[in-house]
Each structure stands twice: as structure tokens, then as C-alpha cells.
């Protein structure tokens, strides 16, 4: 599937957000980033991503995103990471999204939380990068550049953007070994449709952030994390109003979770510093 398609019947998007919170009878012209960002019960929320609110900020922690802090979040879908950061540290964000309709809902949640002076979100293909970006603290991404085909691509538009001592923040899943059967070949050759993902393993990453002048001082493995992510999204969503998730979203679930259980991926956190301009 291609992003557009996985996008169209998302179930985290403004709408579906928006109607949780109605349902419970908040104010929606009171809302809080954290209303959009957390929800125990259903986990429709503004956080597309593992670990929720709480991964978010413990990968700035080690980022070392401060309230003085410029923040380019590429892949910033409905912009959840964006705002957190924003709420949170009191640094300004930059959005990127090449998604139209991800861009109108991360603007339309974006102003409900009255974030607009911290967060702003550009539509823009992620690979073409941004002139205009430059002397950049942290380049961002959470469960995004797993879309991009190459590391080494993407990095030589973004990299530029970091001042030097700049980081680049990122958290995804990656390929632990190669498939070693045609059914593990299968099985991670239908995660990347179902995602329309591009694996690759966490050292493809580094040798490219090394290539382009970063030098990766963290990473954290959140495997057992993610995978508890997808256990409990397969349960709340069974609390979700009927409609809310495709059967191609279900399947995708259940594909990752095979892959992780299998050993075939896993989710980690990375954090590298530009050393070389």
C-alpha cells in the first residue's frame, strides 16, 4: 500500500480524536495538548507512535531539547510529537508533512490547543528537504523514516540543515537479522506493504549518519516496549466506534506483532551529534 492509501483510513487523524473527547465532554474550545495526547481508555490519540507522550520525552531528555531549542520534526503526521515538544519544553517546532490531509488536521489541532506560536506545520516531500531550514538544533523523526528507501539519501537533504554539535533524534523499527526462510522473507515483505515501510537495520543507519558527519552517541532498544504497544492496541480498539480501523490496519497489526515476537524487528532510539560541517 502506498502512504496515501494507508493514510486516507488512518484511525488517528482530527476527527476521530475530536470525537473521543467529545464523547467524554470535554470543552473543546479548552483543550490542552495533553487531552490530545493521552488516553488510557481508547488510545485515540495525537501520538502515532510507541511509547506515547512519554517516549517523546525522554528521547528529547537525551536530545538534549531545551526551551531555546529549534526542532525540525520530519514525518510529523498529525504533528502529536510536535506539540509535546512544544508543551513540554517551550521550544519551537517545525513541522514536515507531505501528507495533505495530515496537514490540515496537525494545523486544525495545532490551533484548538492554541500551540500556533511554537508549532508550525509545512507540507513538503521529506526527501526534497528545505533550503530555508538552517543552523537547526535537532532533526526529528519517530516512526517516520522507516518510509524513506534510503538513509544515506535522506540524510544528505537534512543533515546540512543542523548547525554543527546539532543532533539528529530518531526512534523506529529496524531490521535485527535478514529473513532466513521464504515465510520470514514473506512476513517482512508484507510489514513494509501494510506500513509502506522501507527496513533496514540499525546499522545501515549509523554507517549513513557517519557518512554525512554524525556521530551516534545513544542508542536504546524499546523492542519490549513496542511490542506491548501492539498487544494493547489490538485490545482498547475493540472499545473503538465500529468503522475507526480498516481491516488493512488490523492485518498490519498483526503482522508487526509477528515480526517482533519472531525476532525479525525490533524498535529503537538513536540519537547522533553532527560533528563535521
Not at 220 to 227: Q, Y
Not at 255 to 264: D, I, Y
Request: net charge negative.
Amino acid at each position: 500500500m502506498d502512504l496515501d492509501a494507508i493514510y486516507a483510513s488512518h484511525p488517528l487523524r482530527a476527527e476521530t480524536i475530536l470525537a473521543r473527547l467529545e464523547r467524554t465532554g470535554a470543552d473543546l474550545t479548552r483543550l490542552t495538548e495533553m487531552q490530545l495526547a493521552v488516553d488510557p481508555e481508547t488510545g485515540l490519540t495525537d501520538q502515532n507512535h510507541s511509547g506515547g507522550v512519554q517516549s517523546v520525552v525522554e528521547l528529547a531528555l537525551t536530545a538534549g531539547v531545551t526551551q531555546s531549542s529549534t526542532v525540525v520534526d520530519i514525518g510529523c503526521g498529525l504533528g502529536g510529537t510536535a506539540r509535546v515538544l512544544a508543551a513540554e519544553f517551550g521550544c519551537h517546532v517545525t513541522g514536515i508533512e507531505s501528507d495533505a490531509a495530515r496537514c490540515r488536521d496537525a494545523r486544525r489541532l495545532t490551533t484548538l490547543v492554541h500551540l500556533e506560536h511554537l508549532v508550525s506545520i509545512r507540507q513538503a516531500d521529506a526527501l526534497a528537504g528545505d533550503a530555508t531550514l538552517r543552523d537547526v538544533d535537532v532533526i526529528w523523526g519517530q516512526d517516520a523514516w522507516i518510509h524513506f528507501p534510503s538513509p544515506a539519501d535522506f540524510l544528505a537533504r537534512w543533515v546540512p540543515a543542523l548547525r554543527r554539535e546539532g543532533r539528529v533524534a530518531m526512534a523506529d523499527v529496524f531490521l535485527i537479522r535478514r529473513p532466513a526462510t521464504p515465510d520470514e522473507e514473506t512476513s517482512i515483505a508484507n510489514l513494509e506493504d501494510s506500513w509502506g515501510a522501507h527496513l533496514t537495520t540499525v546499522d545501515e543507519w549509523r554507517c549513513a549518519l557517519e557518512k554525512h558527519g554524525c556521530r551516534v552517541v545513544h542508542v536504546r532498544d524499546v523492542t519490549a516496549l513496542a511490542t506491548a504497544d501492539f498487544v494493547t492496541l489490538s485490545k482498547v480498539s475493540a472499545l473503538w466506534p465500529e468503522g475507526t480501523a480498516s481491516d488493512a490496519e488490523r492485518q498490519g497489526w498483526a503482522r508487526a506483532l509477528e515480526a517482533f515476537t519472531s525476532g525479525l524487528v525490533g524498535s529503537f532510539r538513536i540519537v547522533a551529534t553532527r560533528t563535521a560541517v
